[in-house]
């Protein structure tokens, strides 16, 4: 199982990049997928989730302005990402649980200037 993010780099607060993570296999087969971030310093922490039925929850910090979505015809997974904030500069990372097991993609940096 393969996932690779892209999607990510330098954009000015206020402004809005699409991350993507496109898996090797099916999606539908994946329990759930995750977007996670690590900013320089800090731990990783979750992003987004959605569920293999759909369901979505998000950290606070980016409630109402990152969206999470999942298209499983083209087996990828989406991080809208609006209004941004310096604060939001990470190293982004997606992952997806397949047959019990956590994968993880390499990371796509988004940098965010203020």
């Known amino acids: 199982v393969q996932l690779q993010a892209s999607g990510g780099g330098l954009v000015q607060a206020g402004g809005s990049l699409r991350l993507s993570c496109a898996a090797s296999?099916?999606?539908?087969?994946?329990?759930?997928m995750i977007w996670h971030r690590q900013a320089p310093g800090a731990l990783r922490e979750m992003v987004a989730v959605v569920s293999s039925g759909g369901k979505t929850n998000y950290a606070d910090s980016v409630k109402g302005r990152f969206t999470i979505s999942r298209d499983d015809a083209s087996n990828s997974v989406y991080l809208q990402m609006n209004s941004l904030k310096p604060e939001d500069t990470a190293v982004y990372y997606c992952?997806?649980?397949?047959?019990?097991?956590?994968?993880w993609g390499q990371g796509t940096l988004v940098t965010v200037s203020s």
């Open positions: 992952g997806g649980t397949y047959n019990g097991r956590l994968y």
């Open positions: 296999r099916s999606i539908f087969s994946f329990n759930g």
